[in-house]
């Protein structure tokens, strides 16, 4: 089965710094274009990040200088570090996986919980 499956979330000081991880299997990863996203109670699912195949990579403004993507295609494996959280970073991060050549492929993971608090 295509699993996406996040970990690494949990509770951190203001200033503190988390890295997650979402692991694939189930689909050709190398070329997948992979994103982070995140939903806080109340509110709706927003962008995060995203890296291409290629490796490009952007991010929402609101993370920009604070958080890092990346890859691991050997390991079918990717990362989001956290850095300088903000208590206005709580929320369930989730991992989606997206194909360019493919209307209507887009893939979630179940998500992992960031609580940031002091």
């Known amino acids: 089965q295509l699993q996406l499956v996040e970990s690494g979330g949990g509770l951190v000081q203001p200033g503190g710094s988390l890295r997650l991880s979402c692991a694939a299997s189930?689909?050709?990863?190398?070329?997948?274009?992979m994103g982070w996203y995140r939903q806080a109670p109340g509110k709706q699912r927003e962008f995060v990040a995203r890296?291409?195949?290629?490796?490009?990579?952007n991010y929402a403004d609101s993370v920009k200088g604070r958080f890092t993507i990346s890859r691991d295609n050997a390991k079918n494996t990717l990362y989001l570090q956290m850095s300088s959280l903000k208590p206005e970073d709580t929320a369930v991060y989730f991992c989606?996986?997206?194909?360019?050549?493919?209307?209507?492929?887009?893939?979630w993971g179940q998500g992992t919980q960031v609580t940031v608090s002091s």
């Open positions: 989606n996986a997206a194909r360019v050549d493919i209307w209507g492929y887009d893939y």
């Open positions: 189930g689909i050709n990863f190398s070329i997948n274009t």
């Open positions: 890296i291409t195949s290629g490796g490009s990579t």
